[in-house]
């Protein structure tokens, strides 16, 4: 799978291990920053993630922050992704699953590389169901979406 992966200051730290576990998982990696320390909007780099997901360049994303909270709000401001925070390995499954989630959000200062690698597999392995309930449910996000 191809992935796109973007944190902030807060989750750069967290970053280059997450990168790591996918690239060791076998999957891409496309990184759109950030590359530094130096503080960045994360609203910036939720844009840049979902951006590569809604052209098709790629499948899912991952976002990295101090808490994975303002990069779910912000991903989820754009048409077509569904973010999720993701601190427990159930929600990671789930969220795919049930809820078609193409974002995973992370929190740098909640998650270590240990649990994020646990979450990581967690979310890559986890494909959204076919029962029609939860087909059901996300085109009616769809719809949200198409609402503005």
């Known amino acids: ?12 730290s967290l970053k280059k291990a997450v990168i790591d576990h996918v690239r060791s998982l076998g999957h ?4 759109v920053g950030s ?4 503080p960045v909007d994360f609203p910036d780099i939720a844009r840049a993630v979902a951006g590569k997901i809604i052209s098709g360049e ?18 989820n401001k754009m048409k077509g992704i569904r973010a999720a925070v993701c601190h427990d390995v159930h929600s990671a499954h789930q ?8 974002v995973m959000c992370i929190g740098a200062q909640i998650v270590g590389p240990w649990l994020a690698n646990d979450l990581i597999s967690s979310f890559l392995a986890a494909e959204f169901s076919t029962e029609e309930d939860f087909r059901r449910r996300v085109q009616k996000l769809h719809e949200m979406d198409a609402e503005g």
């Not at 799978?1 to 750069?12: C, E, K, N, P, T």
């Open 1 to 12: 799978m191809r992935l796109v992966i973007g944190s902030d200051h807060a989750g750069w």
């Open 95 to 102: 969220s795919v699953e049930h809820d078609d989630v193409n």
């Open 28 to 31: 891409e990696v496309v990184d």
């Open 58 to 75: 790629v499948a899912r994303g991952i976002m990295v922050c101090g808490t994975g909270v303002g990069a779910s709000i912000a991903a």
């Open 35 to 38: 590359y530094d320390a130096n």
